[in-house]
C-alpha cells in the first residue's frame, strides 16, 4: 500500500505546531497501525529528518498509551480497539490518513502525538483506591460474599486502560466515562463501600479542577472506547454522586 | 457560578431537571391545544381557565419563565465552558462516526426554540397583556377559540411554527433520553424510558404541527 500521511508535528509544549504531509510506500496490510507509524519514522531517520513522536508501550491493547485521532475518530475507525490494534487492512492503497494528537486542554501536547495524561492519575489519586491493611493479615477476597452481577459489572468497569479515547472524543473533552469507570469499579463491590461518599465527590471535584468539558450524554466515548465501557456506568455515577451530595 | 452549581454533576443535575419540567408543561400545551380541535367551547373553557386563575397566571407562569429562562441560560453557559475546555480543534473530526446529529447540535436546535418563543410571545403572550393590563379590556371568556384560528390563517406563520416544531423534535429526540441518563436512570430496567421519550419526542411535536394546519386549512 501506499499512503499520503497528515500529521500534526508540534517541536514542543509551547510550539504552534501545523500538519505536515508524509507519503509512506509498500506498506503491508498486515502491519499494525504502529509499524506503519515505525516505517514512516526509519524513512525520516534515513533522511536525517526528526522523527514523529508518539505514545505506545505494550502494543496489545492494555497499557492505553497510543492515543492517535485518526482520520477524526479516537483509536481510528475500527471498534473495541486501541491505535496498535488497529490493522493497515481497514485503510485503502493511495488513502490519505490523518494523524493527530488527542485533543482536550486538560491533556496539553508535549510533542507531536504525544500527550499528558496525567489529569486521570491526579482523579485516581483523588479516591480511585480502597484503603486497606496490607501488613499480613489480609482476607481473602473470596470470604467476601459478591454477587455475580455485581462482580461481572465492577469487572467490566476495571477494564478501562485509561487511554483517554473517551475524552479525545468526546465534543465537550468530558472525562465522564473514564472517572464512572473508576468510581463504579468499587461502587459495585463491598470493599468500595466504606470510602464511597468520599470517592465519588473527591473524583468528580477533581474532574473538575482538570479543565475536562460538562457531559451532555452523546455517547461517542462509549462507541469509541476500546474496552466497551458502557454509559450505564455515567449513570451510575450520577446516582453515587447525587447520593453522597445529599449525605455530605 | 458558585455554591451547587459549581459542579459539573449538580448543572447536569439542573439541566435535567429543568428539562423535566418543561416537557411536562409542553404536554399541557398540547393537550389545551388539542381541545381546539374538538371543540370551540371546550378551548375556550380550557383557556379563559388558565388566563384568569391566579395560582396559573401569578404562581405557575412565573416560575415558567424562570424554568425556561434557567434553561437556556445554562445551556449557554454549558456550550462555551465545553468549547473552553476543547481547546484546539481538530484537523479532522468524525463526529458522525459514534454521535447523533441531534446530540452534537443541542445549541442549536435550542436557539431555533429560542426564537420561536420570542415569537410566540410577540403572538400570543404580548396581545394577551396589552389586552388584560393595558388596554383593560372586559374578560370575555369567548374570545380565544378566534383569536387561535385568526392567527393560524398566515401561512408563514404556520410555515415558522412547523419549522420550529421539526426542531423542537431533534431537541427532544436527544434531550428528553438524555434527561434520564442525568439522573442516573439507565439500567436493564430502564430502557423502556429511552424508547417512551423517543416516542413523545417525535409524537408531541407532530400534535403542535397537525394543530396548526388544522386551524389553517379550517376557517
Ligand atoms: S473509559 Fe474507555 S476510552 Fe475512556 S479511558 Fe477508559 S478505556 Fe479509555
Ligand atoms: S500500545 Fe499499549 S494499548 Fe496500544
Known amino acids: 500500500m501506499n499512503l499520503t500521511l497528515k500529521i500534526w ?7 504552534k505546531g501545523q500538519m505536515v504531509d508524509y507519503k509512506v510506500t509498500d506498506i503491508s496490510e498486515h502491519m499494525s497501525f504502529l509499524e506503519m507509524m515505525d516505517v514512516l519514522n526509519e524513512q525520516l531517520v534515513a533522511k536525517d529528518e526528526e522523527p514523529v513522536a508518539f505514545d505506545h508501550d505494550c502494543r496489545e491493547g492494555i497499557c492505553g498509551m497510543c492515543s492517535m485521532y485518526i482520520n477524526g475518530e479516537a483509536h481510528g475507525p475500527d471498534r473495541g480497539i486501541t491505535t496498535c490494534q488497529l490493522h493497515m487492512r481497514m485503510f485503502k492503497d493511495g488513502e490519505t490518513i490523518t494523524i493527530e494528537p488527542f485533543r482536550a486542554n486538560a491533556f496539553p501536547v508535549i510533542k507531536d502525538l504525544v500527550v499528558d495524561r496525567m489529569a486521570f492519575e491526579r482523579i485516581q489519586q483523588a479516591g480511585g483506591f480502597i484503603s486497606v491493611n496490607t501488613s499480613g493479615n489480609t482476607q481473602d477476597a473470596n470470604a467476601i460474599p459478591i454477587s455475580k452481577h455485581a462482580a461481572d459489572d465492577a469487572m467490566d468497569a476495571a477494564t478501562c486502560i485509561g487511554c483517554g479515547a473517551c475524552v479525545a472524543t468526546c465534543k465537550n473533552s468530558s472525562a465522564m466515562l473514564f472517572v464512572s469507570a473508576k468510581v463504579s ?3 459495585l463491590l463491598p470493599q468500595g463501600q466504606v470510602e464511597a461518599t468520599d470517592r465519588v465527590l473527591n473524583m468528580v471535584k477533581q474532574m473538575d479542577e482538570e479543565g475536562f468539558g460538562n457531559c451532555t450524554n452523546t455517547g461517542a466515548c462509549e462507541v469509541e472506547c476500546p474496552k466497551g465501557i458502557s454509559l450505564e456506568n455515567i449513570a451510575r455515577m450520577n446516582r453515587e454522586y447525587l447520593a453522597a451530595s445529599l449525605k455530605g | 457560578m458558585s455554591g451547587f452549581l459549581s459542579s459539573s454533576l449538580a448543572r447536569k443535575y439542573a439541566m435535567a431537571l429543568s428539562a423535566f419540567f418543561l416537557i411536562f408543561f409542553l404536554l399541557m400545551h398540547v393537550t389545551i391545544n388539542l381541545l ?3 371543540s370551540e367551547n371546550a378551548f375556550n373553557v380550557a383557556s379563559h381557565f388558565m388566563g384568569t386563575n391566579p395560582l396559573i397566571q401569578f404562581a405557575m407562569q412565573p416560575i415558567l419563565i424562570i424554568g425556561v429562562v434557567f434553561h437556556f441560560v445554562m445551556g449557554f453557559v454549558l456550550e462555551l465552558k465545553n468549547k473552553k475546555a476543547q481547546g484546539v480543534k481538530y484537523f479532522k473530526d468524525n463526529g458522525a462516526a459514534n454521535s447523533t446529529w441531534m446530540s452534537r ?16 410571545f410577540i403572538d400570543f403572550w404580548i396581545p394577551e397583556l396589552k389586552y388584560k393590563y393595558v388596554d383593560v ?4 371568556p ?5 383569536e387561535l384560528q385568526h392567527k393560524f390563517e398566515n401561512p408563514l406563520r404556520v410555515g415558522a411554527y412547523i419549522i420550529a416544531f421539526v426542531f423542537l423534535a431533534l431537541h427532544l429526540l436527544h434531550g428528553f433520553q438524555s434527561a434520564f441518563q442525568s439522573m442516573g436512570l439507565n439500567n436493564k430496567y430502564t430502557k423502556g424510558f429511552e424508547k417512551g421519550a423517543k416516542a413523545y419526542a417525535i409524537v408531541i411535536p407532530l400534535l403542535f404541527i397537525f394543530i396548526a394546519l388544522f386551524h389553517h386549512f379550517n376557517h
Open chain 1, 9 to 15: 508535528r508540534q517541536k514542543g509544549p509551547n510550539d
Open chain 1, 185 to 187: 469499579q468499587y461502587a
Open chain 2, 36 to 38: 381546539s380541535v374538538c
Open chain 2, 105 to 120: 447540535n443541542m445549541i442549536y436546535s435550542g436557539l431555533a426554540i429560542l426564537a420561536f418563543i420570542v415569537l410566540h
Open chain 2, 137 to 140: 379590556l372586559p374578560e370575555d
Open chain 2, 142 to 146: 369567548n374570545r380565544y377559540f378566534h
